[in-house]
């Protein structure tokens, strides 16, 4: 086998720009609405319903509603689980994945809190009630945690890093020269600055090249000689044949089989205090408007491991000694933090008794975000005096993203005051999602990923279904169901990451102020496949893995009517 240099794109590509993409844009722009037990129990089809806490994010007209004031509080426990397969060198159409593991990951949190404050004007008709709302809402959750691996006799992460690293000076990538050639002594120089050609290195092969795990290889008179890297999991001949430009021509190859293995960890989520205004006309119309303020948090953390099924395959000779490959870990930490505010607006409407229409629009949200990112790598040997580790600086970004409008409609109905059925459409173009510079100037960073975007996403449809019963007036039952759409186009065809969501629910109402429900979710999400490095061979490909993700939500809620 031999190595086909590719053009190879990595976590971190450069220090001046952050490698945002267009699935970062989806991540941070994505809802998946969390609310009240109640509004979760009704698969949060309340866009017609109105009155509760929870609806208020959905359509601010909910707040006026009820001619009461109200305090809920709703805590949640989460269980994500997540089920992930390996295949070590898959063939398009007859993967085989194996070994699959089974995550669970449980954070406690709370998805919504807050209270509303009902007035009435005292008058019989035209604006009868003004309610003031302040509500804070969960709309996405990113808890999650998965592992997998198997045995590979083919590739590796460390010689992928080879590749990458493939025209870079060593001395460059170890800090001991810089941009011009000149002799400098700042290991941080590298993750900082280009080299004499423009280039910047990624993260990942610095740290790589700084902690030893790939190095320069063969003849050192070959004109080629530094800037050329095999990983510590290869070995290489020497052929009596030169190319052009002078250098001997290298077979190179994996030492033997290594056991690999990945994982990965997310935590963090996306939360909208809202500022209500709700006005009540003459009981059957509603309508209301939100200040909104997102602000969010995603915690991301990855390894990637190999170690020798057996040293002996992995043979290193330096001039005075002879030592053998053993393991060795990748690590890769991000985390971004954002705010940013937005406006809605809604009605409700009670046609007729029993029937009520909604609808509400919301106004993109520019998100102010900042990055941290940090890589690590260990590489050991046999004998330990070889071993080598290196962590790069934080590294830091910030920029805004514009994320799309939503706009939603609903219709519900009330059957002899005894139960209830609704239904919500909501929309969301996620071709308007745009990276910015954050200090506002112009700038072509963005260029490329704002045109993929426009390109290769499309339109989200969810569609929301829910019921409440009430066998007596203190008791309910509720159940729910989401369908969400979030379409990317690739070439001729579309791939769709479907979310279902299905759930159920009770709830208890006293005579008096105190009311209580409770809401179970289970929610499905489209299959997911990862390649933990990039391919480099021509003849094999790079590891695949597939994970399969389910969510299961338990929320309870506390309130008062007063």
């Known amino acids: 086998m031999k190595k086909t240099i590719l053009a ?7 220090i001046t720009a ?9 991540t941070y722009s994505q809802n998946n609405y969390y609310g009240t037990a109640r509004s979760i129990g009704m698969g949060n089809a309340m866009t017609a319903v109105g009155g509760d806490l929870g609806s208020i994010g959905i359509n601010p007209a909910g707040s006026a509603v009820y001619n009461y004031s109200q305090f809920t509080i709703s805590p949640n426990l989460t269980i994500s689980s997540m089920n992930a397969s390996w295949s070590p060198y898959p063939v398009n159409g007859t993967d085989t994945f194996t070994g699959e593991v089974r995550k669970n990951l449980t954070r406690f949190s709370m998805p919504n809190v807050g209270a509303t404050l009902n007035f009435k004007t005292g008058r019989s008709s035209g604006l ?24 590979n006799d083919k590739t590796s992460y460390q010689s992928s890093m080879a590749v990458a690293a493939d025209g870079f000076d ?57 800037w050329r890297y ?45 500022f209500n205004l709700g006005f009540n006309f003459n009981n059957k119309f509603f309508v209301g408007a939100n200040l909104g303020v997102t602000s969010l948090n995603y915690n991301y953390d990855e390894y990637f491991k190999e170690a020798a099924v057996d040293p002996s395959d992995f043979r290193i000779d330096y001039e005075d000694a002879t030592t053998y490959f053993t393991d060795y870990r990748s690590r890769y930490s991000y985390s971004a933090d954002g ?27 520019t998100l102010f975000i900042d990055e941290i990112w940090r890589n690590s790598v260990d590489v050991h040997y046999q004998n330990p005096s070889y071993d080598g580790s290196a962590t790069s600086p934080e590294g830091n970004y ?45 700038s072509d960073v963005f260029d490329d990923v704002n045109r993929e975007i426009a390109n290769k996403m499309g339109i989200s449809h969810n569609l929301r279904v829910g019921a409440e019963v009430k066998p ?91």
Not at 18 to 26: C, E, P, R, S
Not at 200 to 211: E, G, R
């Open 128 to 151: 009868v009630g003004v309610t003031y709302g302040f509500v804070v809402n969960s709309v996405n959750n990113y808890t999650g945690q998965m592992m997998t691996g198997g045995r």
């Open 170 to 226: 060593i001395d460059f990538l170890n800090g001991y020269l810089n941009g011009s050639g000149g002799s400098i002594d700042d290991w941080m120089h590298p993750y900082n600055n280009p080299d004499d050609r423009g280039e910047y290195a990624p993260w990942n092969v610095i740290t790589n090249a700084q902690a030893g795990s790939i190095a320069n290889y063969g003849d050192a008179n070959d004109p080629d000689y530094y």
């Open 472 to 562: 007596i007036p203190e008791f309910a039952i509720r159940a729910g169901y989401n369908f969400t759409t979030v379409p990317e186009y690739t070439g001729s065809y579309t791939l769709n990451d479907r979310i279902n969501a299905f759930s159920v629910g009770v709830g208890y109402s006293s005579k008096g102020s105190f009311f209580a429900d409770l809401a179970a979710r289970y929610t499905t999400f489209s299959d997911e496949y990862i390649s933990p490095y990039a391919d480099y061979l021509d003849d094999f490909a790079s590891p695949l893995i597939l994970n399969r993700r389910e969510r299961f939500d338990i929320t309870a809620t506390l309130g008062w009517r007063f």
């Open 339 to 365: 705010a940013g505010i937005y406006g809605k607006i809604g009605f409700i409407a009670i046609p007729v008794q029993g029937l009520r229409l909604g609808a509400a629009i919301q106004t993109p949200t």
């Open 8 to 14: 190879i794109t990595l976590t971190l590509s450069a």
């Open 230 to 274: 095999i990983a510590a999991t290869e070995g290489f001949i020497q052929t009596p044949d030169m190319d052009e430009y002078g250098n001997y021509i290298y077979d190179i190859f994996l030492g033997g089989p290594l056991d690999q293995a990945y994982g990965r960890k997310v935590t963090g989520g996306k939360r909208d205090a809202v």
């Open 18 to 26: 952050g490698a945002q993409t267009m699935y970062d844009a989806l």
């Open 398 to 442: 910030s920029y805004r993203l514009t994320t799309p409008y939503r706009a939603n409609a609903g219709i519900a109905y009330t059957f002899m005051g005894m139960a209830m059925l609704s239904a919500d459409y909501e929309v969301t173009d996620y071709r308007a999602m745009k990276f910015k510079n954050r200090d506002r100037g112009w």
